[in-house]
């Protein structure tokens, strides 16, 4: 199964722009880059997913290398709320599956 | 809107019964629901996959028998652990997404289930 790579942990003042780095570098052409994060006790909110283009919504926005093999998620102006865990999954899917495989993800602390 | 619900949020039950988890779309028909856990301090494991009136697709190493998936209708699916141990004890959190194609999971707030 595609496989990501990201820091365990990062931090950041509130206000701040956070960069998240993600690679993967097995990624497959028809591979899509998602972003997903996780307060503890709850379930993991959908954040930002592309494929080849850089995108933008009202939560995030995702840097998406020319080569593919990397990609940034990019919080424009951290918050209190921001503190979670945030995970970069490429989701893999074919005539016969869909399905995310999470990795272990980085724990963003956002500081006052 | 895309708002999944899981219920219970919580149970505790005694080791040797069986457990039913519920997850709910609320505002939209799901074609996919997903089950997955999560251990203390790790990520989430996907368990299985379930398409609306189709036999679940199970991981590699999650046991069928063990933690049997219904998926009955666009709205409904349910996870049931039978004969529960404390090793199933987990975080058991699904999701769901339509049938379209480029649309993304959306997950439940998770069920904590503890076996003693």
């Known amino acids: 199964d595609a496989k990501t790579t990201q820091p365990n942990s990062m931090e950041s003042n509130e206000e701040e722009p956070v960069h998240l780095p993600c690679n993967h570098s097995t990624i497959s052409g028809t591979d899509y880059i998602h972003w997903y994060r996780q307060l503890p006790s709850q379930g993991p909110e959908y954040v930002i997913h592309?494929?080849?283009s850089n995108v933008n919504n009202r939560m995030a926005s995702l840097a998406i290398a020319e080569d593919r093999k990397s990609s940034t998620l990019i919080l424009h102006r951290a918050t209190l709320r921001d503190a979670a865990v945030y995970y970069c999954?490429?989701?893999?899917?074919?005539?016969?599956?869909?399905?995310?495989?999470f990795g272990t993800g980085t724990r963003l602390q956002v500081f006052p | 809107g895309a708002v999944v619900s899981q219920h219970p949020s919580w149970v505790i039950c005694k080791s040797g019964t069986s457990v039913k988890i519920e997850c709910r779309s609320l505002d939209f028909q799901a074609t996919t629901m997903f089950w997955y856990r999560q251990f203390p301090k790790q990520s989430l494991m996907l368990m299985a996959t379930?398409?609306?009136?189709?036999?679940?697709?199970?991981e590699q190493g999650v046991e069928k028998d063990k933690f049997l998936i219904n998926h009955a209708s666009l709205t409904l699916s349910t996870l049931t652990v039978t004969s529960a141990h404390p090793e199933d004890s987990s975080f058991y959190i699904c999701?769901?997404?339509?049938?379209?194609?480029?649309?993304?999971?959306?997950f439940g707030d998770g069920t904590r289930l503890s076996i003693l």
């Open positions: 379930s398409n609306e009136g189709s036999k679940a697709t199970y």
């Open positions: 999954i490429l989701r893999v899917s074919s005539y016969n599956t869909d399905k995310l495989i």
């Open positions: 999701s769901a997404k339509t049938g379209e194609w480029n649309q993304p999971q959306h």
């Open positions: 592309g494929l080849t």
